[in-house]
């Protein structure tokens, strides 16, 4: 009777060798799926990395935002996301106004900002006004024509021109025969730190318009009435001086010529209120030379 022939037994360690292989097969695989996540920019389920601006601590509601407020982190978009209305630099967002409550650590989008005190609601209010030591606040008139029409905005750079008959500076005791009227920039670089009640055509920070308004939310016309302005004390005198014997009119400058930072140290030549120590049009014409523009000496 014919015999079937024994099953051939497996070379021993064969089984061994198939399992390595695998285990090479998966950490290849493993690496070039990290590999090709990285070349892209962002993880295996992310996509390219950007670097934005974020809230470095809590922002409260209506806070005008400065550099300590802001710090910058990398993002990835994940799927139909979109970094459109995110910041990309700290110094676009500096000066604005916080619509909401922004917590530590969130991202920061045009749409939780404003450029105009006007158009946030009401609520809790800044504690304090956002003033450099040594520096204070002081309210000026303005109006359509004095004031660049209702352009100047909170957070703006604008500069201020007093004019006056130069008779203004001749002293009771005599002194040269002068006549004319005499115009010059008395201030530069004067930080607008608060807008009056009335505003018009107010604008947030995403671009989109908004209705006149008035912080209290109800409608209104007509440009801003005032400007609260930061100052040293020294100047606010100055500046009192002018609006109480010259005609003032402001300019507003450039963006693009505005300081890079918010006044944050004491001004050396004047730095506390303790400082001032008067104006006349005697220390008027002393600091500004009125006069030498008339006469040439």
Same mark, same amino acid.
């Not at 021993?12 to 198939?18: A, D, I, K, S, T």
């Not at 030591?133 to 029409?149: D, F, K, L, N, R």
């Given at each position: ?128 006004? &956002?003033?450099? +030591? *040594?520096? #204070?606040?002081? =309210? /000026?008139? $303005? ?6 029409? !209702?352009?100047? @905005? ?21 002194? &040269?025969?002068? +006549? *004319?009227? #005499?115009?010059? =920039? /008395?201030? $530069? ?6 807008? !009056?009640?009335? @505003? ?24 801003? +009435? ?72």
């Amino acid at each position: 009777m014919a015999v079937a022939p024994a099953a051939a037994r497996p070379r021993p360690g064969g089984g061994r060798l198939f399992i390595i292989v695998g285990l090479l097969l998966a950490v290849l695989a493993f690496g070039s799926v990290f590999l090709l996540g990285n070349i892209g920019g962002g993880g295996a389920l992310g996509g390219p990395t950007t670097s934005v601006v974020i809230a470095k601590q809590s922002i409260p509601l209506r806070h005008q935002i400065t550099l300590a407020d802001l710090e910058v982190a990398k993002a990835s978009v994940n799927g139909n996301g979109s970094l459109a209305n995110v910041y990309t630099n700290p110094s676009d967002v500096v000066n604005k106004i916080a619509e909401i409550n922004i917590t530590k650590g969130a991202l920061i989008s045009s749409d939780m900002l404003a450029i105009d005190l006007n158009v946030v609601p009401t609520g809790a209010s800044p504690a304090y006004l &956002p003033l450099a +030591s *040594g520096y #204070v606040a002081i =309210t /000026v008139p $303005t109006g359509e024509q004095q004031g660049v029409a !209702g352009h100047i @905005s909170l957070g703006d750079y604008m500069t201020v021109i007093a004019s006056s008959a130069i008779q203004i500076f001749v002293t009771a005791g005599g002194g &040269p025969t002068l +006549s *004319g009227t #005499v115009s010059k =920039t /008395v201030f $530069t670089n004067v930080r607008v730190i608060g807008l !009056g009640p009335a @505003s018009t055509g107010v604008t947030s920070a995403s671009g989109t318009g908004s209705a006149a308004t008035t912080q209290n939310g109800a409608a209104t016309t007509g440009v801003t +009435s005032s400007l609260t302005l930061e100052l040293t004390q020294c100047n606010a005198e100055y500046m009192t001086w002018f609006l109480n014997n010259m005609t003032v009119r402001y300019t507003l400058e450039s963006y693009k010529d505005y300081l890079a930072t918010p006044p944050s140290q004491p001004d050396s030549s004047c730095p506390t209120v303790l400082s001032a120590g008067g104006v006349s049009g005697k220390q008027v014409d002393a600091r500004y030379h009125f006069t030498t523009l008339v006469t040439g000496k």
